[in-house]
């Protein structure tokens, strides 16, 4: 992918020489913590990569958590102001619902991808942070998911939305379809008004016809165990739960933060016993990530292998959605490690894995394709595209969706959670039974 400008928006003339100096600083930190991440990144590179001598960076910032601070402040901050001005626009003319969400889309997209390195750069580190670092940013993050629910629940008003899901829960899927971008999408391959177009389209008609789909025979299997090595002798216990002690270590913390002395304590040992069964992080790291994507294969496989020809398209992709996601949250901790971790490993890794997520991704475009030519599948959707949307809205639930909530007062199960999802993504986000277009607007 290649990098993109993030420089702040400030003319020479308008700024001190150490006005502009800070201003490189900032932009500088804000390419290497979206590329490299913030815990990859030192002091010194940020000082390379601005083109100043390592020590002189201290004139401008006491430390690097300051320098994220503003970072990820602009990250969000940039995106807040254009977005409001959208949407106050809009509540002039609120019949203009799908062309101001299409244009929210564009914009969140382009600011993502394209023009700021800062909203990268929050997006991607600010899930792996410490509640801490977290802590000074929630408020802003709160007012630019604020103007998200403004404007759909304006737009529920007016009839545009389906009734039977949240505004809340509606934001939430759409937010994740998006942010799950800086992990796929290419800038070589097509343009970002392009993803943003097909995007747009897909949120709010869903996949299918416009009509309710039935998903009654989706078929549910029992969650298949970790596949971590089996539990046969002393020596393959204690590797087997260094596996998982490892990757729930990954889930939460990330790769960089993650060190061998956190992974022997959660797993209840001595730091260099750890050696006896691996010989570095990076090797274990390796059998974490191939058991994550190992089990979620398999898995979604055996899901959709139930079902024989002729095919009920919409119930085969709901299990498999289903399966995906229950692999994601409860049937392997290796799943969700690898999702949360993988975007910020080092290239060699991802390198190491990308085969076996290509075939992955080779498992859904076969299951939709063939529902696209029976037309289960509208025909104007490109089957990359949509796989590539569709899993980013899935994979990016576990950045905000908690299972063990569901007991709370307006918290959902993993199960309703699941049919939600697989509402949204097959039916869409609008009001199917009282919407009127016509086939022309269809095909737009």
């Not at 995007?199 to 298949?224: F, H, N, P, Q, Y």
Request: charged residues 30%; aromatic residues 10%.
């Amino acid at each position: 992918m290649a990098r993109q400008s993030g420089a702040i928006t400030h003319t020479d003339d308008d700024l001190s020489k150490s006005e502009r100096t800070r201003g490189s600083i900032l932009a500088a930190a804000a390419r290497l913590f979206r590329y490299e991440s913030y815990y990859a990144t030192t002091m010194r590179d940020i000082a390379r990569e601005s083109g100043i001598e390592a020590g002189s960076i201290y004139y401008h910032f006491q430390s690097k958590d300051q320098i994220l601070s503003e970072v990820l402040d602009l990250g969000v901050r940039q995106l807040y102001n254009k977005a409001s001005e959208i949407v106050r626009t809009a509540k002039e003319n609120p019949e203009d619902f799908r062309k101001t969400f299409a244009l929210l889309i564009d914009t969140h997209l382009t600011y993502l991808l394209t023009d700021s390195d800062f909203t990268s750069a929050n997006i991607r580190n600010y899930p792996m942070l410490s509640e801490e670092a977290r802590a000074p940013h929630r408020e802003l993050r709160a007012a630019y998911a604020g103007v998200w629910s403004s404007f759909l629940t304006d737009a529920k008003r007016n009839g545009h939305l389906r009734s039977d899901i949240s505004v809340t829960a509606i934001r939430q899927f759409v937010l994740s379809a998006m942010n799950w971008t800086v992990e796929w999408y290419d800038v070589d391959r097509y343009p970002v008004h392009v993803l943003a177009e097909r995007m747009s389209k897909l949120i709010l008609e869903g996949m299918c016809s416009r009509r309710r789909v039935d998903t009654k025979s989706l078929k549910l299997s029992a969650s298949v165990p970790d596949k971590a090595p089996d539990f046969i002798g002393k020596a393959k216990k204690t590797r087997a739960e260094i596996l998982r002690a490892a990757a729930r270590m990954l889930r939460d913390n990330g790769y960089k933060a993650t060190t061998l002395r956190q992974i022997a304590e959660e797993a209840d040992m001595k730091a260099g016993s750890v050696y006896y069964h691996f010989k570095s992080k990076e090797a274990i790291v390796d059998e974490v990530l191939n058991a994550g994507l190992r089990d979620l294969l398999s898995g979604v496989t055996a899901a959709v292998e139930e079902f024989h020809a002729p095919y009920d398209h919409h119930a085969r992709i709901a299990t498999a959605i289903w399966t995906h996601l229950d692999f994601l949250f409860k049937a392997s901790e290796f799943t969700s490690a690898n999702i949360r971790s993988y975007g910020m490993l080092p290239n060699h890794f991802r390198e190491r894995h990308r085969k076996i997520r290509h075939e992955y991704g080779k498992l859904w475009d076969r299951i939709l394709r063939e529902a696209q030519e029976d037309n289960a599948i509208r025909s104007d959707i490109k089957i990359v595209p949509l796989r590539q949307v569709m899993l980013g809205a899935l994979n990016w639930t576990v950045e905000w969706f908690d299972p063990n909530r569901a007991e709370e007062f307006g918290h959902l199960s993993l199960p309703e959670f699941s049919c939600m999802l697989i509402k949204l993504l097959l039916e869409g986000i609008c009001d199917r039974e009282n919407a009127v277009y016509t086939e022309h607007e269809a095909a737009q």
